[in-house]
């Protein structure tokens, strides 16, 4: 968990100079920022955020912000019913749902989303199973296929693979293994036999011996609103003026990693400085020199202005409730808000 302390120094100056000012009326910029905590995976989609916290953006919306560190999208979404994070931007999953439904978090944005014209994410399956005869989507029947966990995003892919195969859902057997780290390595051993995940991990799995791409998730599923952005009902009912400056400050994040990673329209100077902030989160275990080059390949569009692609969202919220893994009269009104940025 890592707090950003230049707020503090900011707001600490403007305080002593104002004090010098008799009678001076005490304006908005220098009245105390809303501390919000942010919740984040180590991985390149999530970069918009950490973007805008480095470029200064959610400091000109008067936010001081926090990131919180998260292994799966599910306890991303129970920490932003619980009060212990303000915001977050991940996957949609059975767990978000049934939080809806309880009136405790909303969809306020769209972010990640699979493009035509961008590399996305990739079927994987391990060298074994390829040996075996695995060698495209629709010979998965009867095979093990890794997810974090019950009712997330990776399980929603692998049954949309199934439909389009033209094989039943229940012949992928689906495996929960918590965190990604251990999808990993489980695809790599062969205890598993198949994954789907972004391109800048699958690129890196596929160089070595032990992983094989077998397939593209934007040939099974249309125009897949990857990951959505979401907080607490909360926010949207009493606090609308906050939610409204985080957004602002997380487009501007994300016309920037646009720019950087995706359309690459910026400069080599300011690619660089933004690779340097995202490392700080993202493969920040390795050098700048291999960390740089995998967050650049992991990078697909994230929609500008946070626009949401409610059809995508709709269709996941049908998945679930038919595989009852959200309850059956969840509605879309209970699980978005599309009054913040443009639906489609």
């Known amino acids: 968990m890592i707090t950003t302390t230049r707020r503090t120094a900011l707001s600490m100056f403007a305080a002593t100079a104002l004090g010098l000012v008799a009678g001076a009326a005490l304006t908005p910029a220098a009245q105390a920022a809303d501390a919000i905590k942010i919740g984040i995976l180590s991985l390149t989609s999530h970069s918009p955020s950490i973007i805008a916290e480095g470029k200064g953006y959610f400091d000109e919306q008067d936010l001081d912000v926090e990131f919180v560190s998260f292994q799966a999208a599910q306890p991303m979404a129970v920490a932003i019913a619980s009060g212990d994070i303000d915001f977050g931007?991940?996957?949609?999953?059975?767990?978000?749902?049934?939080?809806?439904?309880?009136?405790?978090?909303?969809?306020?944005?769209?972010?990640?989303?699979?493009?035509?014209?961008?590399?996305?994410?990739?079927?994987?399956?391990?060298?074994?199973?390829?040996?075996?005869g695995v060698t495209?989507?629709?010979?998965?029947?009867?095979?093990?296929?890794?997810?974090?966990?019950?009712?997330?995003?990776?399980?929603?892919?692998?049954?949309?693979?199934?439909?389009?195969?033209?094989?039943?859902?229940?012949?992928?057997?689906?495996?929960?293994?918590?965190?990604?780290?251990?999808?990993?390595?489980?695809?790599?051993?062969?205890?598993?036999?198949a994954w789907s995940i972004v391109p800048n991990i699958a690129g890196a799995l596929t160089?070595?011996?032990?992983?094989?791409?077998?397939?593209?998730?934007?040939?099974y599923i249309d125009n897949y609103q990857v990951t959505t952005v979401f907080t607490s009902t909360r926010n949207v009912t009493d606090n609308r003026e906050l939610v409204t400056r985080f957004l602002a400050g997380l487009s501007k994040g994300i016309d920037d990693?646009?720019?950087?990673?995706?359309?690459?329209?910026?400069?080599?100077?300011?690619?660089?400085?933004i690779t340097g902030?995202?490392?700080?989160?993202?493969?920040?275990?390795?050098?700048?020199?291999?960390?740089?080059?995998?967050?650049?390949?992991?990078?697909?569009?994230?929609?500008?202005?946070?626009?949401?692609?409610?059809?995508?969202?709709?269709?996941?919220?049908?998945?679930?409730?038919?595989?009852?893994?959200?309850?059956?009269?969840?509605?879309?009104?209970?699980?978005v808000d599309t009054s913040f940025v443009e639906a489609y």
């Open 89 to 132: 931007m991940t996957a949609i999953s059975g767990g978000l749902i049934s939080l809806a439904e309880k009136g405790a978090v909303r969809i306020i944005g769209g972010a990640l989303q699979e493009t035509p014209e961008i590399e996305g994410q990739k079927i994987l399956v391990s060298k074994a199973a390829h040996d075996a």
């Open 136 to 193: 495209s989507p629709d010979k998965l029947a009867g095979r093990s296929f890794g997810v974090t966990t019950q009712g997330s995003s990776f399980h929603y892919m692998a049954h949309k693979i199934a439909d389009k195969a033209g094989f039943d859902r229940s012949e992928l057997k689906i495996t929960p293994m918590q965190k990604v780290p251990a999808v990993i390595a489980a695809l790599k051993s062969g205890q598993i036999d």
């Open 207 to 219: 160089k070595g011996p032990e992983v094989v791409e077998i397939g593209k998730i934007s040939d």
């Open 257 to 273: 990693y646009n720019a950087a990673f995706v359309d690459k329209t910026m400069g080599a100077d300011d690619v660089a400085a």
């Open 277 to 335: 902030m995202v490392h700080q989160y993202v493969y920040a275990d390795q050098p700048i020199d291999k960390a740089g080059p995998r967050i650049a390949a992991g990078a697909m569009r994230i929609n500008s202005g946070a626009r949401l692609n409610v059809a995508s969202v709709e269709d996941q919220l049908k998945w679930f409730q038919s595989e009852k893994l959200a309850p059956e009269g969840v509605t879309m009104e209970d699980l």
